[in-house]
């Protein structure tokens, strides 16, 4: 009988410590928001801070959702899309722009009902899309190494800067005009000056491979890229280009951000986790799950949110999971 007691108490204080565990969680789950009957791969997202509304590109379903955040429900979904993968929100002009991997175009829509403004084509495999709201300026990473440069205002294509392979996860700095580039193919970092149009830096990367997504850590002057093979964060000096630090991470990610108020980086894996990591030594300080796939996502700042797109699975459809970030 003292044996069972003792076992009670022992799975008693297991499930206590659980529980601790999950209220101390860096990553909590707030919401579910589903996406209706969406198959196959999403891919990445964009936020209108006007509208509180959330872009998402359902690549394996030639679509692309629309959410309303604060109401925390699906407006309607998109169809008629070539393979969307990536998507930006240009506030300036209040227009969004979808870049197709299917047919190498990007299309632009009015962010007040979504309504087509018009479309180019760029070339194969449009991916990546990123906004420079001081100047106007939308970046599209596409085909075999290149990042072409729109102008918002016009919706003209204004040049192409070329890249040693194909462009994966790519960010503007802030503080200066470069532009820092995840090129797997070539088996580097790119560093790209927007006013002159080129190249000026590459950065090695070892014997890491399959660098894909990237963030900027601006408060250490730290760019964060993550690797497939193997499974690693690698954190990198802005000024030399060195590494600084760097941990083991979950795998098969496609998404990863910085935050800045609680010094974390999020990063979401199509293994099925979400990992959360002390952003000045990389120390993983938690872990959370989602489904087998579900490697693209999107840290909100403004809503202190981190949305991640969670693919259709046997148990449940697609869905986008709204995770609030503890204290």
């Not at 108490?9 to 529980?19: C, D, E, M, P």
């Not at 309303?68 to 979904?77: C, M, N, V």
């Not at 990123?130 to 102008?151: K, P």
């Not at 809503?303 to 999971?321: F, K, P």
């Amino acid at each position: 009988m003292k044996g069972v007691f003792g076992l009670l108490i022992a799975i008693g204080g297991l499930v206590a410590s659980s529980a601790s565990q999950a209220e101390g969680a860096p990553l909590s789950l707030e919401a579910r928001i589903s996406l209706g009957p969406v198959k196959g791969r999403i891919d990445h997202l964009a936020f209108d801070g006007k509208r509180q509304r959330l872009y998402v590109a359902e690549l394996g379903n030639d679509s692309v959702a629309i959410l309303d955040l604060g109401a925390r429900r699906l407006i309607r979904t998109v169809s008629g899309f070539d393979e969307p993968q990536g998507i930006g929100y240009e506030p300036g002009t209040d227009t969004i722009y979808v870049a197709n991997a299917g047919d190498g175009s990007v299309r632009v829509f009015r962010g007040e009902d979504f309504a087509a403004l018009g479309q180019m084509v760029l070339g194969e495999d449009a991916d990546n899309v990123r906004i420079d709201e001081a100047a106007r300026r939308v970046y599209v990473g596409y085909g075999s190494g290149a990042l072409a440069v729109i102008d918002a205002t016009t919706r003209k294509r204004l040049a192409d800067i070329s890249l040693r392979g194909h462009p994966e996860s790519f960010q503007l700095n802030p503080a200066d005009a470069r532009i820092f580039v995840n090129v797997p193919g070539a088996r580097e970092i790119g560093v790209v000056d927007r006013q002159t149009q080129q190249q000026v830096a590459s950065w090695p990367i070892g014997n890491l491979r399959s660098n894909f997504p990237l963030a900027l850590d601006p408060a250490r002057d730290r760019l964060v890229s993550i690797f497939r093979h193997p499974a690693r964060l690698e954190g990198f000096d802005l000024r030399t280009g060195q590494g600084v630090s760097g941990s083991d991470v979950c795998a098969d990610s496609d998404d990863v951000f910085v935050d800045s108020r609680r010094q974390r980086v999020y990063v979401i894996c199509g293994e099925g986790f979400v990992d959360s990591l002390d952003a000045d030594k990389y120390t993983r300080i938690g872990r959370l799950p989602t489904s087998d796939g579900s490697r693209t996502g999107l840290f909100v700042p403004d809503l202190d949110l981190l949305c991640v797109a969670v693919r259709a699975s046997g148990r449940e459809s697609a869905a986008i999971w709204i995770l609030r970030p503890s204290p």
